[in-house]
């Protein structure tokens, strides 16, 4: 079992930063996909930015060019730096992990953190 856990959450004034932390439990070098949902108020969880293994990054057209998903494997974790922060990009982020479990089977185990608040207001 991996256990994520994320950390970075809070609150920020429109227009400010912030950076997120998910620290999984094993060598994330283990890990096929990992990235980063969140959920807003009363809506749906939605993909955010995501990390291949093999380093490939892609991110919702609603936060390309303000948010950089990036890993550090000395620390096993994966971080979401997040600039410019609109309000709606108010909502509960979510770390999301895939570890193959058969290559065989083509199955894999996946893994969410609890999730982190991010309030963006004035």
């Known amino acids: 079992q991996v256990q994520l856990v994320e950390s970075g959450g809070g609150l920020v004034q429109p227009g400010g930063s912030l950076r997120l932390s998910c620290e999984a439990s094993?060598?994330?070098?283990?890990?096929?996909?990992m990235g980063w949902y969140r959920q807003a108020p009363g809506g749906q969880r939605e993909l955010v930015a995501i990390?291949?293994?093999?380093?490939?990054?892609d991110y919702a057209d609603s936060v390309t060019g303000r948010f950089f998903i990036s890993k550090d494997n000395t620390k096993n974790t994966v971080l979401l730096q997040m600039n410019t922060l609109k309000p709606e990009d108010t909502a509960v982020y979510y770390c999301?992990?895939?570890?193959?479990?058969?290559?065989?089977?083509?199955?894999?185990?996946?893994?969410w953190g609890q999730g982190t608040q991010v309030t963006v207001a004035s």
């Open positions: 094993e060598d994330i070098g283990n890990l096929s996909f």
């Open positions: 999301h992990a895939r570890k193959i479990k058969s290559t065989v089977w083509d199955t894999y185990y996946t893994y």
């Open positions: 990390l291949s293994r093999s380093g490939t990054k």
